[in-house]
C-alpha cells in the first residue's frame, strides 16, 4: 500500500465512536492543540477541544465549548488575518495563518493557525478541524532579526552616504589640483617662451629655447596622462610619436622627412617624465646634429619591444658620430642621469651614414 | 607659408594670450583682436571677420567659452574655431559647432603645428599635412576634410 493511501486505513478499523476509538483518543492526548467547530450550529462553535488546547490558552473546557474561535483574538490581532480565516471558512478550503492570539490571562502568543473543512460522503462540510502551535519565540526571533537587519541596513545607508560624500570631495580636489597642475604647466611654458622673445644674445637663447623645449615635454606628458583612461600606464609609443613629430613641425625644417614605426607601448608612469625628457633631447639632438646647417635627410623613429624590455631606437641619417662635437651640455647629462633613474639605457651607436640612439627599458606590455 | 591668416584669441590668462599672440605672429598670421570674455567678444566689431579663433572654456566674467563659440558662429559663420582648454572633458560631443581642442598644456611646437595645419585647411582644404596629435578635430571638421 503507498503512503498516500495510509489514511484508508481508518475505513477498514472499524471503531465505534466514543471513548474507545483510538483515533479520538490520539487527538485528545496529543500535545498538540486542537479544535473541531460545527458550522451547522449558530455562529460556528466549538465543540471539541482538547488539553492541550485548553494548557495553551488557559481555558478550562467548560470556558472553551459553545464559544467560536474569536475569543482568542485581542486589540493588536491583525484584522486582515482573520479577515483571510473567515473568508477560508466561507469558501470553504483550509487556510494556514499566523494569529496574535491572547490566554486568558491576557499575555499573547503567537498560533500557526492550521484549518480545514471536513465534509461527509456527499461534499458537505461537517465540521471544521483546527490545529494550533504556539510559534511565539520563532516569530519573535523572526521580528528582533527584521528589526536587526533594518538597523544594520540603516548603519550601512549611513556609513555609504559617508563614504560617497568624502569620495565626492576627494574628487573635487583631484580635479582641482590636476586643474592646478596644468594651468601652472601652460604658464611656465608661456613665461618662458616671452622671456626668451626679449633676448639677444643667440647663446642664451638657444640655452632658454633647450630649457622651454624640456618644459613642454614635461607638459607632453602630463597631458597625455590626464587624457588617458588608465592612469596605471603610459602609453610611451604613442608619445614618441607625437614628440617626435612636434619636435620636427616645430623646427620649421620641412625638409627633414620623418619615418616612423611606433605601435603602443605601455611604462610605469612613474617613469613618464623621465623617459618623455630623455627623449626629448635625443630628438632635439637629433634635429640640432644630425641636420646641421640646413642638411635634409629623414629622422626615424622605431618602438618595439624584446621579451623583456621596450626599445625605442632614434636614426638621423647625418654625418654620424665622428662628426659630432660631445660637448659638456646638460642634455648628456640628463639623459644619463635620468636614465638611470627610469632603469633604462640610451646607448649611441654610428649608423653609417647617421647616428642611432637606443632607449632600452622596462615595459608593462603591449595590448594584445 | 601661402597667406596670412587672421585669428581671434579669446583667453582670459593674459599671459597665456600673450603667448599665443607671439606664436601665431611668428607663425607669420595676423592677430586681429582679443577678448577675454564673453561681453568682450560682443563688443567687437562685426567687420572684424577672423578665419580662426582660438578659444578657452573658462572666461572672465563667469562667461564660458562654449557660448562664445556660438556667438562667433552667429556672426562670422566662417571662422574655424578651436578651444585651448584643460577641461576637454567639459567639452559635448558636438563640440557646439566648433572645429576642434588643443589640450593645455599645449607645447609650443604643439601649436606650431596646429596653426599650420589650421592654416593649409583655411586656404587650401582639405590640409595635406599630418593632423598633429595636439589638435584634435570635431568629429563634423574630421567628415568635412575626409571627403573633400
Known amino acids: 500500500m503507498k503512503q498516500r493511501d495510509d489514511w484508508h486505513l481508518t475505513d477498514v478499523l472499524d471503531y465505534e465512536h466514543g471513548r474507545g476509538d483510538p483515533f479520538a483518543a490520539a487527538v485528545r492526548a496529543t500535545r498538540m492543540p486542537m479544535v473541531i467547530t460545527d458550522p451547522a450550529q449558530d455562529d460556528n462553535p466549538i465543540v471539541f477541544c482538547n488539553v492541550a488546547f485548553q494548557e495553551l490558552t488557559g481555558y478550562a473546557r467548560e470556558e472553551i465549548i459553545g464559544r467560536n474561535c474569536r475569543f482568542l483574538q485581542g486589540p493588536d490581532t491583525d484584522p486582515d488575518a482573520v479577515a483571510r480565516v473567515r473568508r477560508a471558512i466561507d469558501q470553504g478550503h483550509d487556510i494556514d495563518v499566523d494569529l496574535l492570539n491572547y490566554r486568558k490571562d491576557g499575555s499573547r502568543f503567537w498560533n500557526a493557525l492550521y484549518m480545514s473543512p471536513v465534509r461527509d460522503k456527499d461534499g458537505i462540510i461537517r465540521f471544521f478541524f483546527a490545529s494550533q502551535l504556539d510559534v511565539t519565540e520563532r ?109 620636427v613641425g616645430a623646427s620649421g625644417r620641412a625638409d627633414i622627412q620623418t619615418e616612423i614605426d611606433a605601435g603602443p607601448l605601455f611604462v610605469n608612469p612613474a617613469h613618464a617624465s623621465a623617459l618623455g625628457l630623455i627623449l626629448n633631447e635625443i630628438l632635439t639632438n637629433a634635429i640640432k646634429h644630425g641636420f646641421a646647417n640646413g642638411r635634409s635627410g629623414t629622422l626615424r623613429l ?62 608593462n606590455g603591449t595590448p594584445k | 607659408m601661402t597667406d596670412a591668416m587672421k585669428v581671434l584669441i579669446v583667453e582670459d590668462e593674459m599671459l597665456l594670450a600673450m603667448d599665443i599672440e607671439a606664436i601665431i605672429e611668428d607663425s607669420g598670421h595676423q592677430v586681429l583682436g582679443e577678448a577675454a570674455s564673453l561681453e568682450e567678444v560682443e563688443r567687437l566689431p562685426d567687420s572684424l571677420d577672423p578665419q580662426l579663433a582660438f578659444v578657452d572654456l573658462h572666461l572672465a566674467n563667469g562667461s564660458n567659452g562654449l557660448d562664445v563659440c556660438k556667438l562667433i558662429q552667429q556672426r562670422w559663420p566662417d571662422a574655424l574655431v578651436v578651444f585651448v582648454t584643460a577641461n576637454v572633458a567639459q567639452i559635448p560631443e558636438d563640440f557646439v559647432g566648433a572645429h576642434g581642442v588643443i589640450a593645455k598644456p599645449f607645447s609650443h611646437a604643439g601649436v606650431v603645428n596646429a596653426i599650420h595645419y589650421l592654416a593649409q585647411g583655411v586656404f587650401d582644404p582639405p590640409p595635406h599635412s599630418l593632423r598633429p596629435a595636439s589638435l584634435i578635430p570635431s568629429p563634423h571638421l574630421e567628415l568635412r576634410w575626409a571627403v573633400m
Open chain 1, 302 to 363: 622605431l618602438v618595439s619591444d624584446d621579451d623583456e624590455r621596450g626599445v625605442i631606437r632614434i636614426c638621423d641619417d647625418g654625418p654620424g658620430l665622428i662628426c659630432q662635437k660631445r660637448t659638456k651640455s646638460i642634455g648628456m647629462s640628463l639623459v644619463t642621469r635620468l636614465a638611470r633613474q627610469a632603469s633604462a639605457e640610451a646607448v649611441w651607436s654610428d649608423g653609417a651614414p647617421g647616428t642611432c640612439v637606443t632607449i632600452t627599458f622596462p615595459y
Open chain 1, 139 to 247: 516569530v519573535e526571533a523572526h521580528n528582533i532579526i527584521n528589526q536587526q537587519k533594518e538597523l544594520v541596513e540603516q548603519e550601512v545607508e549611513r556609513r555609504t552616504a559617508d563614504l560617497r560624500a568624502a569620495l565626492e570631495a576627494k574628487t573635487i580636489l583631484l580635479h582641482e589640483v590636476d586643474h592646478r597642475v596644468k594651468n601652472n604647466l601652460t604658464m611656465i611654458g608661456s613665461l618662458l617662451r616671452l622671456q626668451v622673445r626679449t633676448i639677444e644674445d643667440p647663446a642664451i637663447m638657444a640655452k632658454l629655447d633647450s630649457m622651454l623645449e624640456r618644459v613642454d615635454a614635461l607638459a607632453v606628458v602630463h597631458r597625455q596622462l590626464y587624457q588617458s583612461s588608465d592612469i596605471t600606464k603610459f602609453d610611451i609609443g604613442a608619445f614618441a610619436e607625437s614628440l617626435t613629430l612636434d619636435v
